[in-house]
């Protein structure tokens, strides 16, 4: 798909939450076969820009990721941030692949290059996730809140909504048949979704800032991404990330 590259220099950060639609078990077989069935999806993107206004894309009413921040997304000097960072790299690899957008312009345009990427480089990204980990607060984004005394916590509907739209639902009469629960079928859940996405954007600025004056090691984040380039494969030729079949790729969960 021709698209025509923004300027992302002057955008330094994005804080980046996505709900997703899997007909794989996520707990059980892990981010990377989750993120392959035919049946996957984003439903909706929440993202702030250094620090901003969090706003939400909702893809599964049709709307679109804008194009500087699908740019940013495979610009390494652009740091994303998300709890639990491998899942949203490997979700939105997935979404941009199929998108036909290339993960990553340097390696797959590099005249010794093989392969293009399957996903984006882990160098562009870190995981507040792994910075509450490192000062010992519970690995889950409600726990870390909790623990912090936040005033903005996580929304508690949130289990129930994951419940409704992002896992296969059971056919009955009553709802028809159908084995999946769309916006259309409970309008005013999908609002309440769509602000329960918002507020987990929101939640993770704040574990940022109250962290921020207790860094993790700049060597601790670079040994993470050099551990999960040598876990999936990196070109011996430019160090870059290297297309693998999905059956060697490591699992993981969500926050």
């Given at each position: 798909?021709?698209?025509?590259?923004?300027?992302?220099?002057?955008?330094?950060?994005?804080?980046?939450?996505?709900?997703?639609?899997?007909?794989?078990?996520?707990?059980?077989?892990?981010?990377?076969?989750?993120?392959?069935?035919?049946?996957?999806?984003?439903?909706?993107?929440?993202?702030?820009?250094?620090?901003?206004?969090?706003?939400?894309?909702?893809?599964?009413?049709?709307?679109?990721?804008?194009?500087?921040?699908?740019?940013?997304?495979?610009?390494?000097?652009?740091?994303?941030?998300?709890?639990?960072?491998?899942?949203?790299?490997?979700?939105?690899?997935?979404?941009?692949?199929?998108?036909?957008?290339?993960?990553?312009?340097?390696?797959?345009?590099?005249?010794?290059?093989?392969?293009?990427?399957?996903?984006?480089?882990?160098?562009?990204?870190?995981?507040?996730?792994?910075?509450?980990?490192?000062?010992?607060?519970?690995?889950?984004?409600?726990?870390?809140?909790?623990?912090?005394?936040?005033?903005?916590?996580?929304?508690?509907?949130?289990?129930?909504?994951i419940r409704y739209f992002c896992?296969?639902?059971?056919?009955?009469?009553?709802?028809?048949?159908?084995?999946?629960?769309?916006?259309?079928?409970?309008?005013?859940?999908?609002?309440?979704?769509?602000?329960y996405n918002k507020r987990d954007?929101?939640?993770?600025?704040?574990?940022?800032?109250?962290?921020?004056?207790?860094?993790?090691?700049?060597?601790?984040?670079?040994?993470?991404?050099?551990?999960?380039?040598?876990?999936?494969?990196?070109?011996?030729?430019?160090?870059?990330?290297?297309?693998?079949?999905?059956?060697?790729?490591?699992?993981?969960?969500?926050?």
């Amino acid at each position: 798909m021709p698209r025509r590259f923004f300027e992302v220099k002057s955008m330094k950060t994005i804080s980046i939450d996505i709900e997703t639609f899997s007909d794989v078990n996520l707990a059980k077989c892990g981010v990377y076969k989750y993120a392959e069935s035919p049946a996957f999806e984003i439903l909706l993107f929440g993202y702030a820009i250094d620090g901003g206004k969090v706003q939400v894309v909702d893809l599964a009413r049709g709307e679109r990721i804008p194009d500087d921040i699908l740019d940013a997304l495979t610009d390494e000097s652009v740091t994303k941030w998300a709890f639990n960072a491998s899942f949203e790299r490997v979700c939105l690899s997935r979404y941009l692949r199929d998108l036909r957008i290339s993960l990553d312009p340097f390696h797959d345009h590099h005249p010794l290059s093989r392969d293009c990427a399957r996903f984006l480089n882990p160098a562009g990204w870190k995981c507040s996730m792994i910075w509450s980990a490192y000062m010992g607060l519970p690995l889950s984004l409600e726990g870390a809140g909790a623990v912090l005394k936040l005033d903005s916590q996580k929304m508690k509907e949130g289990k129930d909504l994951i419940r409704y739209f992002c896992v296969p639902c059971k056919e009955t009469k009553l709802n028809g048949g159908r084995t999946r629960n769309l916006p259309r079928h409970a309008p005013d859940k999908w609002t309440l979704f769509k602000s329960y996405n918002k507020r987990d954007v929101e939640v993770e600025m704040v574990i940022q800032e109250r962290l921020k004056k207790y860094p993790v090691p700049e060597p601790i984040w670079m040994n993470i991404i050099s551990t999960r380039k040598s876990t999936i494969g990196a070109s011996p030729l430019t160090g870059r990330w290297l297309k693998m079949p999905s059956s060697s790729m490591p699992a993981a969960g969500t926050a």
